[in-house]
């Protein structure tokens, strides 16, 4: 095996017309990318995709700490959300945040009936602590309370009223940035 490996090396190996620069892949790349093709050749789909987003270097760490499927999706999705770079990375495996960090449940549908602006944002209206003061409202109340207030009609017409006030405020600052 280790005969092979080298002779795949120097065959790929590139040479510029003037032997001034050298491209290829070395032994070491050659062996990362069979431990990458044994780890990752049974996985599920999530994880693959996850995964082939991240720069080489983050996945060769991930494949260092020999960490279970759920873990390194939880990685790979941070690293991608949160921009982390590799030494951020190492820091948070080090800490073992995905232990300690509990995942976000999506309960609702809006991603798939609302463009994403406004489905980011209906996501962030039932998310956040929501001031209700003008219904006679003086405590918090879940999603499943707003229709006790509102009949369904009118509570799908205040969000959409909000989710349209949203679209136009943030459109309203992109045409100022181009102004």
């Known amino acids: 095996m280790v005969a092979m490996v080298m002779a795949s090396s120097s065959d790929y190996r590139l040479?510029?017309?003037?032997?001034?620069?050298k491209w290829g892949l070395s032994p070491r790349q050659l062996w990362n990318m069979k431990r990458f093709y044994l780890r990752y050749s049974d996985s599920d789909e999530k994880l693959l995709r996850s995964v082939a987003v991240l720069p080489w270097s983050h996945i060769l760490l991930l494949m260092s700490k020999e960490l279970n499927d759920e873990a390194v999706l939880y990685y790979a999705n941070e690293t991608v959300a949160k921009g982390w770079n590799r030494d951020l990375l190492l820091n948070a495996i080090k800490m073992e945040m995905h232990l300690t960090q509990k995942p976000v449940?999506?309960?609702?549908?809006?991603?798939?009936?609302?463009?994403a602006a406004q489905a980011m944002y209906a996501d962030e209206v039932f998310r956040s602590g929501y001031n209700l003061g003008f219904l006679g409202v003086t405590k918090p109340i879940g999603v499943a309370d707003y229709q006790l207030i509102l009949p369904k009609k009118e509570l799908v017409k205040v969000i959409q009223d909000e989710i349209d006030m949203y679209?136009?405020?943030?459109?309203?600052?992109?045409?100022?940035?181009?102004?």
């Open 15 to 21: 040479t510029s017309s003037n032997d001034t620069h």
């Open 167 to 179: 679209i136009k405020d943030t459109q309203n600052k992109d045409e100022e940035k181009l102004s």
């Open 105 to 115: 449940v999506v309960d609702n549908n809006f991603a798939q009936v609302l463009p």
